[in-house]
């Protein structure tokens, strides 16, 4: 429940927040263009935690800052791509990642969608089947009036 | 002044009235067949719609003379706003656009009422029936927890103002178009229910209900299309999509209208599909209503905040699961009585359609199960986790890329019975250009990644398709002749199609291609950015009419030559107390150049970014393509006779 309250509070900060500060910063830029790129990279899969729904490299809250610059700061320390964001995941929980992990339950997210087109393609098949064997349904004969209505709008 | 409100409460109040009535009796003279009680519904339809328009227009009323004895009002406007922003500040919050929701439901009524003339009696009085009961949930809605005509009871002196980053012309007509593009939906699902009630769906229902479905759909598109745009010109990083909740609340929705309109196709021409095409059309309504509930319950945190009051949830929630609940409820008793008709080969227009409804169906269950994920994660699993673009770009992209690829084959295979290989065999052309393009700009872009290429493959394929669909339909003599007279749906199918190919070669595109560069500058020192030279020569403070700008002046210069001077802006809103930032883009066919201001710094220097962005005009052009296509189509003959327009015999018809 506190924890609940410190994001709604966090969450209300950020709203308020000046939007004038706009996402990475000139400063926060790395000298070598591969570990920035890195870094970038890395920074458009974390969440903004006190935002709705932005990632770090797009948001221009402090602590988007902060993580931006803590992302650099890993990996000019040396860290691998999956060092820097298992550092930032052990600090900040797996909340922070905006692409979930292939771990427990979320197996069954990332499964959906192929199963679901499985299924589908199934259903589909044996509907496609039974069209494709179905007896042909002898045509209705028409009644006079809808002849005639028919015939109206055909001549129209 | 504040008389002309107190009517349009009053209006509300009477149109309310007037639905309950329209629910109930033409829905009881269609069963006991009492045709004086089914003749109710159309000047109900017709009251209800005048009386909830004159309401809106009471609204907007007080909204455009800043009526500040209004609650509404005075949270949401100021005097010193544009009139432009006025008039859509009626809409820009959540009181308003029920209003303008449930307008449009009764607009939609009115409309059945007048085009459904040659709709059997039965049917209509149970689809205007169907039509008022989601006017009277709305009603009952905006009378109990969301009343826009509450009173101040100490008026004050001027309003709080809209939020800023809705004063703005794209988002002024965004929500209206998204309406009736959610609302048009309820016309298919009241078709489908009066078709589940009666028990019988026929060539002539699908018909009926495709020009609603195609216009809900067109109207989805260009309300998602003008969303988006509006992202990418006013959020200041160029982004046009972010799968974020409320974007994939509309999106939903839209993937399923596209699948309805396809498989009404099947209903309409060869009776089959027919059970599968109702549950679409229950489903895609139900969709629009979930929408709705993500928007106003504040249950998914989003960039878009509306109105987060949990008792407006919980109140969406029930008519959600009253409309969904109780057509599929009424689905699963009656869907066996829909016996379907037309025979065909597993290698046909009909299997190419089937195939299309399964690719749009999954990927509208994968965009829903990724959006809802967070909430089932933490209340199942107590894990508190986050679903974002990264997810939805890796799992819902291969649905897209496989509905490209099938999509030419698929549209120009015969009905009833078709061999893959010679449909296959007639698009070689098309193939053949479609490979070398991506084959040369491939090699053009020495060393970075597969995806331009590909997205310009998947996109030439899809157009070119599109344009040998209309040649092969022209025969051997004549055929630029015969190209005029192909009937109008041809023409739609070909300019939709086409639309959809290029904006995935657009999206491809942009995301492959875009440049970006972030720098600190100094006054009258150029930097290159993506082959373009940019100076920024000053910064000033302008006032605008209810904010203050601090804009920039860069110059944009092409191989030494000016081509354009743009003015990135800051703007700060005083009464709302927010500052926005006001992207400068020089818009060009293949690319723009899009300049944003931000703080000065110590140095006396200024934060610019520069984004160079390929093609982005390319994927609103091709929305505004499928929406011209569903257009097109709408004005197909066939409609026209099918919407009742009886006109005078024109002569003798022209021997083809």
Redesign the interface.
């Known amino acids: 429940m506190t924890r609940m309250l410190v994001l709604c509070a966090a969450?209300l900060a950020c709203?308020l927040a000046?939007?004038?500060?706009?996402?990475?910063?000139?400063d926060e830029?790395l000298d070598d263009p591969v570990l920035e790129q890195r870094a970038r990279d890395l920074s458009?899969?974390l969440?903004c935690l006190v935002?709705?729904?932005?990632?770090i490299d797009?948001s221009n809250a402090d602590l988007a800052r902060d993580l931006r610059l803590l992302v650099r700061e890993r990996l000019v320390a040396g860290d691998s791509n999956d060092e820097a964001i298992e550092f930032i995941v052990d600090r900040y929980?797996?909340?922070?990642?905006?692409?979930?992990t292939v771990t427990?339950?979320?197996w069954l997210?990332?499964a959906?969608?192929p199963i679901?087109?499985l299924i589908?393609?199934g259903v589909?098949m044996l509907?496609?089947?039974g069209?494709?064997q179905?007896?042909?349904?002898p045509e209705e004969k028409l009644s006079d009036s809808e002849q005639a209505?028919l015939k109206e709008?055909l001549?129209? | 002044m504040s008389m002309i409100t107190e009517l349009g409460h009053f209006a509300l109040i009477l149109a309310f009235m007037v639905a309950v009535v329209q629910m109930i009796v033409p829905m009881v003279g269609a069963q006991k067949r009492w045709s004086g009680w089914m003749a109710v519904a159309e000047p109900a339809a017709n009251a209800q719609f005048l009386l909830t328009a004159f309401s809106f227009a009471a609204l907007t009323w007080a909204f455009v003379t800043s009526d500040f004895s209004l609650r509404l009002v005075v949270l949401n406007s100021h005097s010193a706003k544009p009139m432009l922003y006025k008039i859509s500040g009626t809409w820009g919050n959540h009181e308003g656009s029920m209003l303008l929701w449930v307008l449009i439901v009764t607009l939609f009524g009115a409309m059945a009422a007048w085009f459904g003339g040659n709709l059997p009696p039965g049917l209509r009085a149970r689809v205007l029936s169907v039509q008022s009961a989601i006017a009277v949930a709305f009603f009952a809605f905006i009378l109990f927890t969301s009343n826009p005509f509450l009173r101040m009871a100490v008026p004050p002196f001027d309003g709080q103002d809209l939020n800023p980053l809705l004063q703005d012309p794209g988002l002024a007509f965004h929500p209206p178009f998204l309406y009736l593009g959610y609302v048009g939906l309820s016309m298919s699902f009241s078709f489908a229910v009066a078709a589940l009630i009666e028990g019988r769906v026929d060539a002539a229902w699908g018909r009926w209900v495709r020009p609603w479905t195609l216009a809900a759909w067109v109207f989805l598109t260009i309300g998602i299309a003008l969303g988006s745009w509006w992202a990418y010109y006013e959020l200041g990083w160029g982004g046009f999509w972010f799968w974020d909740p409320v974007e994939n609340a509309s999106f939903m929705p839209w993937l399923l209208a596209a699948a309805l309109l396809h498989s009404a196709i099947v209903v309409e021409k060869r009776e089959a599909l027919k059970s599968w095409t109702i549950l679409l059309a229950i489903l895609a309504f139900g969709f629009s209503l979930i929408g709705t509930f993500i928007v106003r319950s504040g249950l998914l945190t989003s960039v878009h905040a509306f109105a987060n009051d949990p008792e407006r949830g919980v109140f969406i929630l029930i008519i959600l699961a009253f409309f969904t609940g109780g057509a599929l409820t009424l689905f699963a008793a009656r869907a066996q009585e829909m016996e379907a008709k037309g025979v065909f080969g597993i290698v046909s227009r009909e299997s190419a359609l089937v195939v299309n409804n399964i690719l749009l169906a999954v990927s509208c269950f994968v965009v829903f199960f990724g959006t809802m994920w967070p909430i089932v994660a933490e209340m199942f699993f107590d894990r508190k986790l986050s679903v974002g673009p990264p997810f939805f770009n890796a799992a819902f992209t291969p649905f897209m890329v496989l509905l490209g690829l099938a999509l030419p084959i698929g549209s120009m295979l015969p009905w009833k019975r078709g061999r893959l290989g010679r449909t296959a065999w007639s698009l070689r052309y098309a193939f053949v250009l479609s490979v070398s393009l991506a084959l040369l700009v491939w090699a053009m872009q020495t060393g970075q990644s597969t995806l331009g290429p590909a997205g310009l493959f998947l996109g030439a394929w899809v157009v070119s398709g599109a344009v040998m669909d209309l040649w092969s339909r022209t025969g051997r003599k004549g055929r630029l002749a015969r190209l005029a007279r192909l009937p109008r749906a041809d023409w739609g199918k070909a300019v939709a199609h086409a639309g959809l190919g290029i904006t995935i070669f657009a999206v491809a595109g942009l995301t492959a291609w875009e440049k970006e560069d972030i720098r600190v500058v100094q006054f009258n020192e150029p930097f290159e950015v993506g082959g373009y030279t940019l100076t920024l020569e000053m910064v000033e403070r302008v006032p605008g009419p209810n904010y203050i700008s601090t804009m920039g002046f860069v110059r944009l210069e092409d191989d030494g030559r000016e081509i354009a001077l743009l003015r990135p802006e800051k703007r700060d809103y005083p009464v709302a107390r927010m500052p926005t930032t006001e992207a400068a883009i020089d818009y060009r066919l293949m690319r723009d150049v899009y300049v944003v201001i931000g703080d000065q710094q110590n140095n006396g220097g200024w934060t610019v970014r520069t984004y160079i962005k390929p093609f982005a005009n390319w994927i609103w052009g091709g929305c505004i393509l499928m929406a011209l296509g569903g257009f097109i189509s709408l004005s197909d003959r066939r409609f026209r006779v099918a919407a009742g327009a009886r006109k005078a015999p024109q002569g003798g018809v022209p021997a083809e």
């Open positions: 969450l709203l000046p939007l004038s500060a706009m996402a990475v910063e000139p830029v458009q899969g969440r935002c709705r729904n932005e990632s797009e929980g797996e909340y922070v990642l905006l692409k979930p427990g339950a979320n997210l990332w959906a969608g679901m087109l589908a393609a589909g509907y496609l089947r069209r494709s179905a007896a042909p349904t209505r709008i001549d129209d």
